[in-house]
Each structure stands twice: as structure tokens, then as C-alpha cells.
């Protein structure tokens, strides 16, 4: 199985500014071992179960519940059963029809 999970999170009474609090997610997805990809407005991870990708948001809320009464997440799921590697797949299939893309 591959879940793709692409989200946004971050405490909403924190300026303009909330890379600092941002990056505290980013460590947790860096430790978790799952590959991913950081975007300017989100992160793509791609997980081995759908538990495994809950896990991330539910983890990524707590590490922001101290610092914040107000949190925003955006979420999106795309669940594939019999399929792994995706998050590299997608992209190169694009690129066998038109060529090198930017990463």
C-alpha cells in the first residue's frame, strides 16, 4: 500500500512568519524515515499504511498544541493499494511525456 499525504499545518496567532513552528513538523517528518518532499506551501510524504500517515498529523498537532489555541492543517490523502515508490513515480511518468520538470 502507498499513501501519498500532502499537508499544511501551522498555529494561526503567530504573525506573519511561522517557519519556526513550521520546521518543528519538518523535523518530525525527517525522523520518521519516510521519504518526502517540501514545498512552499506544504509537505508530501508518502507512508507504507494510512495509520502511518495519521500518525504524522497527529504528531505534527501536538508538537504545535503548546504554542498555540488556534491550529489550521489543511489535509489531503491519495490511498493506492499494490503500489509503492509513488511520490518519485508520479513525477517521473510526467517527465517521460514532456520532459525533466523542476523539483
Known sequence: MSVLLEFAM?????????????????????KSGFNYKLTAMGTII???????????????????????????????LDIRKEQSGRLDKKIKSIESKIGEVKK
Do not use: M, Q
Open 10 to 30: 501551522f498555529p494561526t496567532d503567530k504573525g506573519d512568519s511561522v517557519s519556526e513552528y513550521v520546521s518543528k513538523i519538518i523535523e518530525i517528518i525527517d
Open 46 to 76: 508518502e507512508t507504507e499504511t494510512l495509520d502511518d500517515a495519521l500518525n504524522i498529523i497527529n504528531r505534527s498537532y501536538k508538537v504545535l498544541e503548546p504554542y498555540s489555541k488556534r491550529v489550521y492543517s489543511s489535509i489531503k
